[in-house]
């Protein structure tokens, strides 16, 4: 994700994005394992799961990748009352993920999500071997 797209996420959810073994204080940096293309998806979850993280200071976010073409959000600390509607929220978000292409966002190819999740122009872009 882009650098500008990381510190705007930061700022706007500190309580997600300033704290947790991703997050990095000596380097005002959080990471964020996944392209730029995911960062309205993490946006919608991030506005769902910020008044619990508020909440709950023992929350916090144990890694945010992607893996076989889908988003993987780990977090820890989870209350018990509402670790289900939490993970519920997650969970929506990992099955968008595999729909959407993980570099621009647009609608991903369906065909082709095993590895990666791309629109079919960065399918053939990436195939030929170009990186946007
Ligand atoms: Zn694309």
């Known amino acids: 994700m ?3 797209s990381q510190k705007c996420l930061m700022d706007m959810f500190p309580c ?4 947790g073994p991703c997050f990095s204080a000596e ?6 394992e996944i392209g730029e293309g995911w960062f309205n998806l993490i946006w919608e979850l991030s506005i769902k799961l ?24 780990y977090t820890g600390g989870l209350p018990k009352d509402i670790a289900c ?4 929220f997650i969970q929506a978000a990992e099955h968008e993920s595999v729909t959407i292409c993980e570099v621009c966002g647009e609608e991903a190819d369906p065909e082709r999500t095993q590895y990666v999740t791309l629109c ?3 399918h053939v872009l990436r195939s030929q071997g170009i990186r946007t």
Do not use: C, V, W
Not at 85 to 88: K, S
């Open 16 to 19: 997600l994005f300033r704290r």
């Open 50 to 73: 910020h008044p619990y993280f508020e909440e709950h200071e023992e929350l916090e976010i144990h890694q945010i990748k992607s893996k076989f073409g889908g988003l993987r959000f």
């Open 2 to 4: 882009k650098p500008e």
């Open 27 to 32: 380097h005002d940096f959080f990471q964020f």
């Open 85 to 88: 509607t939490l993970a519920g």
């Open 120 to 122: 079919p122009l960065h």
